[in-house]
C-alpha cells in the first residue's frame, strides 16, 4: 500500500537535503539555460521558467475541465504539489503525469489534506491543543490531539462548521522548505512537543512545512494547491490512541473523519456506514444471543452461545457433507504437540511472533498449535505412500490459537482462537492443476450456497525470499493461472506476495454492502514436505516428494461467520436459522395444543421455540422479529379448534393456516430450494 503521505508520523522529505544542494547548483545553472521542458506523457511540451510552479507549467499545457480536475502531478513515479517551483525538481526536463481526485492517490492526497484543516480548525477553536499525527486512511482521515479536556461528539458540528469555513475561502495550502533546526525553533515556542519528538528523529537537513491560515504542520506532502478542494468531509467518530501506539507513551484523542471527492461519494459512505453500524455483527452476535466475549475468559476468545453454537453446527453439517461429496476424508487432530515438531515445521523460528509460549508435561515442551498443517502431515507419515493413492484429500475444523495483539482484536473477526476449514492435498506435479482446479470448484459452490457470488480473485507470485526450485516455482505458478484461467474467473496477479514456500490464490468475497473480505485461500507449498521428508513410490519404483496444498474456503468458521451475520443483517436464510419458527399463543388456554405442535414439530426436525408468556399477541411478534425468527406461528381458539397454525413471515406477510404436517413439509421445500437456489446440492 502507498504509504507516504506526511503528517503521518515520519515528517521528512525524502533526501531533501540532497536535492537542495544539487538544486542551488543546477539554479544557478538554470537561471542561465532559462527554460526547462515541461510536457505531458505523449503530450504537447512547453518551455518554462524554473521560478514558474508546476501549476503555472501545467496551465500553459492543459485547460478547462482537465486542469481543474488536477489536483497534483507524478514526476518520475513521485507525487508532487502543483506549487512546487520548477527549479526545486532539479530536472532539465519535466514530464508531468496529472492526478486527480478520481485517482487512489489523488484521493489520498485529498483525504490527508482535509486532515490538516481538522487540526487548523481544533487548534483555532479549542487553543491549548497539541497536534501529533494525521494520515490518509481508507474513506478519509484521522488525527491525533493531546488536550486535557475529553473531546465530544457534540464539537464535531462546530469544528466541520469551521474547517467548511477554511475550505470556502479556499486558504491555500503553502509549502516551505525549511532547515531542520527552523523547524525546531517554531513546533518548540508553539510548544508542539510531538513534532518535536518526530523531528529529532529526521536525519535530513530540511524538511517541509505545510501552512493553511495560521497553521503550520511538519508534513511530507503532497497537498492540495488550496482548502477548496475539500468540501465534502464529515467527523465520524472519536477513540483513544496511545502516542506511537505504544502504551506505555500518553493516551491522545483521535478524531476520525471521512472525505470524498465529491458530496455525492461522501453521501453514499454515509450511507453504507449507517447500514454497516446496524448489521455490525458485535452488535446483532449480542441481540441475537450468538455468542459472547467474556474478559474472565480473555479477550479474543469466542464463546458461542445455543443459537450460535447451532448456526455453526449447521455450517459444519453443510461442509462436511459438502467436502465428502468432493471426495475428501475428515481428519481430528489434537490441539497440542511437542514442542519439536514445531521446529521441524519451522513455525518455532519463522512464526514465533504469532505463538504462545509452550507448557511442559513431563518434563517436555508442548505447543499448542497456530495450525493444523503438521498433524495432517503426522498422519501422512503413519503409512507408505504410493502414487495410486493421490491425490489423497484431507480436511479437518481444526482449531488453533494465535496471538494477536489486544488492539487488533474485533468481534468474531479477528481473534485469538478460531477453527479454520482447513485441508491439505497431497499429490504428483501434473496433478496440480486438476486439483485447484476442483478447490475453486469447491470454493465457488460453496461461497454461493452461503450466499456470496461477488468476489476479487488474486494470484501472488514468487516473493523476494523463498524455498524451491524456480521450476517448480514456475510450473505451480503456470498450474495455477491454467486453473483460474479453465474455471474463467477473473483475477489480478499480486507480484511477489505469495508465500515464502510457494505461489497462492487468494480469494475475497463482497458482501451485500459491496465491502470485500479476505476469505478463501489456497496455497501451494514446497517447503514442508521438505522439512518433514516425506515421500511416496512413484511409477518408476522410486521415492519422489509430493506437492502439498494447504486451502481454507471460508478461511475460519468465526470469521465467515462474522461476515454472514453483516451480510444478512443477522435474518439468515431458513436453511440456516438457528430457529426457524416460533409458536405464539394468545391465552393461556391455547398452551397444550403449542405443547403438541412443538413437540411435533421437534420431531419432525424443525428448529422451533415456544413463546407461552402471558404477553400480549403483538408485543410476542415484535420480540420474534427483532431477533429475525423467519416464521411466526400463531395458534388461537380457532386455530386449536382446527388444529392448525397461522403463519406470518418475518417481514410481515401472512399465510393461510395449515396444519403441522403441511408447516414441515413447507419449511423442508423452502430449505432444500434456499439451498439450491444458491447452488448446493439439496
Ligand atoms: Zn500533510
Ligand atoms: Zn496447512
Known sequence: MWRRLGADGRGAVFGVGAAIARLQKLAGRMNKMAEITVGLKEGQRTQCAPTATVGEALATLVSGKQRKQTLAVRIDGRLVDLTTPLAELAMPEVELELVGADAADGLEILRHSTAHIMAQAVRSLFGAVKVAIGPAIDNGFYYDFDR????????????????????????????QVV?????????EQQGETYKLELLREIEAETVTLYQTGDFVDLCRGPHVPHAGWLQAFKLIKLAGAYWRGDERNPMLQRIYGAAFADKKALAAYLHALEEAKKRDHRKLGKELALFTVQDEVGPGLILWQPKGALLRKLIEDYWKEEHYRHDYELLYTPHIARLDMWKTSGHFDFYAENMYAPMVIDEVQYQIKPMN??????????????????????????????????????????????????????????????????????NLHILKTFGFDQYDVYLSTRPEKYVGSDEHWQQATEALKQALEKKGLAYQIDPGEGVFYGPKIDIKIKDVLGRSWQCSTIQVDFNLPERFQIGYTGEDGKEHQPIMIHRALMGSLERF????????????????APVQARLLNITDSQAGFVETAYREMRAAGLRVEKDLRNEKLNYKIREAQLVKIPYMLVIGDREVETATVTVRRRDGSNLPAMSVAEFVALVRQECAAGRRLNGAAA
Not at 461528539?153 to 503553502?174: H, N, P, S, V
Not at 461476515?563 to 435474518?571: F, K, L, R, S, W
Open 148 to 175: 486535557a479536556e475529553p473531546f465530544s461528539t457534540d464539537d464535531f458540528e462546530r469544528i466541520e462548521a469551521k474547517m467548511l469555513e477554511i475550505a470556502r475561502t479556499g486558504q491555500l495550502f503553502t509549502r
Open 179 to 187: 532547515s531542520r533546526q527552523e523547524a525546531m525553533a517554531l513546533f
Open 373 to 442: 498443517c503438521p498433524f495432517h502431515i503426522a498422519i501422512y507419515k503413519s503409512s507408505r505412500r504410493s502414487y495410486r493413492d493421490f491425490p489423497i484429500r484431507w480436511c479437518e475444523l481444526g482449531t488453533v490459537y494465535r496471538y494477536e495483539r489486544t488492539g487488533v482484536l474485533h468481534g468474531l473477526l479477528r481473534v485469538r482462537g478460531f477453527t479454520q476449514d482447513d485441508a491439505h492435498i497431497f499429490c504428483r506435479p501434473e496433478q496440480l492443476e486438476d486439483e485447484i482446479f476442483n478447490i475453486l470448484d469447491l
Open 561 to 576: 461467520i462474522g461476515v454472514m451475520i453483516e451480510h444478512y443483517a443477522g435474518a439468515f436464510p431458513l436453511w440456516l
